[in-house]
């Protein structure tokens, strides 16, 4: 009697212990849904492909979440960057929307084979786990055009110096930038140096950068030349042939032959090309302090009625709402989930929702037109080369453009590492305008670059 009455305990304590542990393991069947979306449906070997994967859910990730990036059976894949997660309101609680990019570049023609983007959650219970996919279905790999040298590339920067020192040589400066390629892809040499017994190479680094926009590469070049007594009779050009990805074709883009100078000579501007040689132009005519001053206040001022009457209207639209929600209840509408390939568990149908359509129209409006003015505002200021306004427009147009990064000076460009373009294209601007050669530089590879971001968006 007293055996049974032991063996009873015991089994119920091992039942209260087993109870205990299953109450206190982490809840891994979160209500989740994934969706993946891809920036095209047809790419061409080697070159780049943007996938979004969506995850939306009703509570916080835990940490022990893993997001593990997409499989390709021939070729490769980066992630870009950390994932970013926003709260979007609902009608009983709060709802999760978090999104991780990465980069693909298959490398065999046809239909794109390879397993998607997927989440796994760890359970400390038994060492199991539980993993939710997605297939990468839809996307053809064309193969790429041959006759030409493989370089794929949405945007490409290409920068030429020379500098003189004080042995009478000279460095020479070729800096490549290249958006939407990886580093193998760079040319093995910019110039052509095979009869120049005066040229001789110090120093080649290449880089590779990732942004939410994608993978871009580096490449710098540093050579030595020699002084010879012909050395200033010609010099061999930079040129690059690469495939554009937006126009689909082939392109070169060259700079003239630098022109070697003595140490008492000016010191001669970068000159940038991004898709033609490079011209020169006529120096602008310097204007005097105050004629700049009063352009720069006319600037800041329409900036400054810009936010007012867009503060305003955007409180006259919140108080029209508060006081429409106060007679009736709106229905909420629930967001639409981005296209794409989907994968899904049992979850609760009022997981998420959005404010009402009317108001989210009418933001998203006010929020475009701020955008178009500073565009307005900085296509007058690159077409006019004026460095000071171009570079405040500048800044005023991205705050417009990524409203979610506050950029409120030119530092937090570079810190929002929104385009790796544009904060090249920012660091030669502020260049010309330390060295005051405001008057040499030019604005229509800035305003591409700005052009190219809109187009893509």
Same mark, same amino acid.
């Given at each position: 009697?007293?055996? /049974? +009455?032991?063996?009873? =305990?015991?089994?119920?304590?091992?039942? *209260?212990?087993?109870?205990?542990?299953?109450?206190?393991? +982490?809840?891994?069947?979160?209500?989740?849904?994934?969706?993946?979306?891809?920036?095209?449906?047809?790419?061409?070997?080697?070159?780049?492909?943007? =996938?979004?994967?969506?995850?939306?859910?009703?509570?916080?990730?835990?940490?022990?979440?893993?997001?593990?990036?997409?499989?390709?059976?021939?070729?490769?894949?980066?992630?870009?960057?950390?994932?970013? %997660?926003?709260?979007?309101?609902?009608?009983?609680?709060?709802?999760? /929307?978090?999104?991780?990019?990465?980069?693909?570049?298959?490398?065999?023609?046809?239909?794109?084979?390879?397993?998607?983007?997927?989440?796994?959650?760890?359970?400390? *219970? $038994?060492?199991?786990?539980?993993?939710?996919?997605?297939?990468? $279905?839809?996307?053809? =790999?064309?193969?790429?055009?041959?006759?030409?040298?493989?370089?794929?590339?949405?945007?490409? =920067?290409?920068?030429?110096?020379?500098?003189?020192? %004080?042995?009478?040589?000279?460095?020479?400066?070729?800096?490549?930038?290249?958006?939407?390629?990886?580093?193998?892809? #760079?040319?093995?040499?910019?110039?052509?140096?095979?009869?120049?017994?005066?040229?001789?190479?110090?120093?080649?680094?290449?880089?590779?950068?990732?942004?939410?926009?994608?993978?871009?590469?580096?490449?710098?070049?540093?050579?030595?030349?020699? @002084? %010879?007594?012909?050395?200033?009779?010609?010099?061999?050009?930079?040129?690059?042939?690469?495939?554009?990805?937006?126009?689909?074709?082939?392109?070169?883009?060259?700079?003239?032959?630098?022109?070697?100078?003595?140490?008492?000579?000016?010191?001669?501007?970068?000159?940038?090309? #991004?898709?033609?040689?490079?011209?020169?132009?006529? @120096?602008?005519?310097?204007?005097?302090?105050?004629?700049?001053?009063?352009?720069?206040?006319?600037?800041?001022?329409? +900036?400054?009625?810009?936010?007012?009457?867009?503060?305003?209207?955007?409180?006259?639209?919140?108080?029209?709402?508060?006081?429409?929600?106060?007679?009736?209840?709106?229905?909420?509408?629930?967001?639409?989930?981005? %296209?794409?390939?989907?994968?899904?568990? @049992?979850?609760?149908?009022?997981?998420?929702?959005?404010?009402?359509?009317?108001?989210?129209?009418?933001?998203?409006?006010?929020?475009?037109?701020?955008?178009?003015?500073?565009?307005?505002?900085?296509?007058?200021?690159?077409?006019?080369?004026?460095?000071?306004?171009?570079?405040?427009?500048?800044?005023?147009?991205?705050?417009?453009?990524?409203?979610?990064?506050?950029?409120?000076?030119?530092?937090?460009?570079?810190?929002?590492?929104?385009?790796?373009?544009?904060?090249?294209?920012?660091?030669?601007?502020?260049?010309?305008?330390?060295?005051?050669?405001?008057?040499?530089?030019?604005?229509?590879?800035?305003?591409?670059? +700005?052009?190219?971001?809109?187009?893509?968006?």
């Amino acid at each position: 009697m007293i055996r /049974h +009455v032991t063996q009873g =305990v015991l089994v119920g304590f091992l039942l *209260f212990f087993y109870t205990a542990i299953l109450q206190a393991e +982490v809840p891994v069947n979160h209500p989740i849904q994934l969706t993946i979306e891809t920036d095209r449906n047809q790419v061409y070997q080697d070159t780049q492909l943007i =996938v979004t994967l969506h995850i939306f859910h009703d509570e916080a990730l835990p940490e022990s979440v893993d997001i593990i990036p997409p499989e390709l059976e021939h070729g490769r894949v980066r992630t870009l960057g950390l994932p970013h %997660t926003r709260v979007e309101p609902g009608l009983d609680q709060p709802s999760f /929307h978090t999104t991780q990019q990465f980069a693909l570049f298959p490398a065999q023609a046809g239909y794109l084979e390879g397993r998607g983007p997927s989440v796994r959650f760890p359970s400390p *219970f $038994n060492n199991s786990t539980e993993t939710l996919t997605t297939e990468l $279905n839809g996307i053809t =790999v064309a193969t790429r055009p041959e006759g030409q040298a493989w370089l794929p590339s949405e945007n490409l =920067v290409l920068s030429d110096r020379v500098h003189p020192i %004080t042995d009478g040589g000279h460095i020479r400066q070729i800096s490549l930038f290249s958006m939407g390629s990886l580093p193998h892809q #760079l040319p093995q040499q910019l110039i052509n140096t095979t009869d120049r017994q005066d040229y001789q190479l110090i120093e080649r680094n290449i880089d590779e950068f990732q942004s939410r926009q994608g993978v871009s590469s580096h490449l710098q070049e540093l050579w030595y030349i020699h @002084p %010879t007594p012909n050395a200033s009779i010609s010099q061999p050009i930079s040129h690059v042939v690469w495939w554009d990805t937006e126009a689909e074709a082939f392109r070169e883009t060259q700079l003239p032959a630098p022109s070697l100078r003595t140490t008492n000579e000016e010191p001669s501007s970068p000159k940038l090309d #991004l898709q033609q040689p490079a011209v020169s132009s006529t @120096p602008e005519t310097n204007t005097d302090a105050p004629t700049e001053n009063s352009r720069w206040t006319d600037f800041w001022i329409q +900036v400054a009625i810009g936010f007012t009457l867009l503060t305003v209207v955007s409180l006259a639209i919140l108080a029209g709402f508060k006081f429409q929600s106060g007679r009736s209840v709106a229905k909420l509408s629930t967001p639409k989930n981005p %296209t794409g390939s989907q994968t899904s568990v @049992p979850r609760n149908d009022a997981r998420r929702h959005s404010p009402p359509a009317q108001l989210n129209r009418d933001t998203r409006h006010l929020g475009q037109q701020a955008e178009l003015l500073a565009f307005q505002e900085l296509t007058r200021a690159c077409q006019e080369n004026a460095c000071y306004e171009a570079r405040m427009a500048l800044v005023y147009w991205a705050a417009c453009f990524w409203p979610e990064k506050r950029i409120t000076q030119p530092e937090s460009i570079f810190q929002a590492n929104v385009s790796q373009t544009l904060n090249y294209l920012l660091l030669d601007l502020e260049h010309h305008i330390k060295q005051s050669q405001q008057s040499e530089w030019r604005g229509d590879l800035l305003l591409e670059a +700005v052009r190219t971001l809109r187009r893509r968006r």
